[in-house]
T-cell receptor, first 113, second 114 residues
Framework: AQSVTQLDSQVPVFEEAPVELRCNYS??????LFWYVQYPNQGLQLLLK??????LVKGINGFEAEFNKSQTSFHLRKPSVHISDTAEYFC???????????FGAGTRLFVKA | DTGVSQDPRHKITKRGQNVTFRCDPI?????LYWYRQTLGQGPEFLTY????????KSRLLSDRFSAERPKGSFSTLEIQRTEQGDSAMYLC????????????FGNGTRLTVT
């Protein structure tokens, strides 16, 4: 079985500041890793994914994430946030060879002017 | 790609009534999922279809919940004898064949049981 822990439920940050949203996972098998974003009153959409290869992956809107196998982490970062980045961010894992995607509880990012 | 469509967007019902939600996936996607999301939580897996076959149903899911995907196209999720604890956002997602394919979500159906 897999589980995902997002260490911060809320992250307030000022506009143009850097941000890191933390995600740790637990799994007895290899997994694919994803970050999804949910803007207010919208459905979840894919931000970025790690399947294999380079551990640093880049996504939409200037976000990137780094896979750390030894620490079972997949933290999301952005060097300079905008007001429009205010949203809820979900880390998720899918076991290789499987189909069930497991989500963390989410981190609500508030970007303040 | 017209996206995943869910209907209705909102449903208010009285406890004990039955409700049915519909999901139209992206047409070329053969995988379809239902998730439930409550306030402050991430999406929780409910069930999964590959084409018309329901391959897994969450053990946490009550027998009052049933889902179908006739002909491998749209899907319906029915909740019988609704309870207040069923109040949540019900999300549908689809994906193409391929174990590493990300999910494409609809905007969800918000259910309120009074």
């Amino acid at each position: 079985a897999q589980s995902v822990t997002q260490l911060d439920s809320q992250v307030p940050v000022f506009e143009e500041a850097p941000v890191e949203l933390r995600c740790n996972y637990s799994s007895s098998v290899s997994v694919y890793l994803f970050w999804y974003v949910q803007y207010p009153n919208q459905g979840l959409q894919l931000l970025l994914k790690y399947l294999s290869g380079s551990t640093l992956v880049k996504g939409i809107n200037g976000f990137e994430a780094e896979f750390n196998k030894s620490q079972t982490s997949f933290h999301l970062r952005k060097p300079s946030v905008h007001i429009s980045d205010t949203a809820e961010y979900f880390c998720a894992v899918t076991p290789t060879g499987g189909f069930k995607t497991i989500f963390g509880a989410g981190t609500r990012l508030f970007v303040k002017a | 790609d017209t996206g995943v469509s869910q209907d209705p967007r909102h449903k208010i019902t009285k406890r004990g009534q039955n409700v049915t939600f519909r999901c139209d996936p992206i047409s070329e996607h053969n995988r379809l999922y239902w998730y439930r999301q409550t306030l402050g939580q991430g999406p929780e897996f409910l069930t999964y279809f590959q084409n018309e076959a329901q391959l897994e149903k969450s053990r946490l899911l009550s027998d009052r919940f049933s889902a179908e995907r006739p002909k491998g196209s749209f899907s319906t999720l029915e909740i019988q004898r609704t309870e207040q604890g069923d109040s949540a956002m019900y999300l549908c997602a689809s994906s193409p064949q391929g174990e590493n394919s990300p999910l494409h979500f609809g905007n969800g159906t918000r259910l309120t049981v009074t």
